[in-house]
């Protein structure tokens, strides 16, 4: 049990630096001026991808803080059934 408990600090402290990596990851793209062809094209082209790196990244740290509370939740349940296991001894 100790080891999970560990893992659970190590994917908390995982989860915490994922916190800043869609400040980390993404980038600003320069939207092209009205002199550029086709323009509006390449406009809403940026606009696509500046949208998708910003929601993975998002996903990423999402997925990290449910990952990272998955051992405190195997600890609860061990200490539950450890609890349920004594008193039908007693």
Known sequence: MADVLL??????????????????????????????????????????????QHGRADVLVEETRRVAGFPARVAERFAATDQGLARSIL
């Open 7 to 52: 893992e659970g600090a190590i994917l908390a402290e995982y989860a915490a630096a994922l916190a800043s990596v869609p400040a980390d990851v993404t980038w600003d793209l320069t939207v092209p001026g009205s002199g550029t062809f086709g323009c509006v094209e390449v406009a809403d082209a940026v606009s696509s991808v500046g949208a998708l």
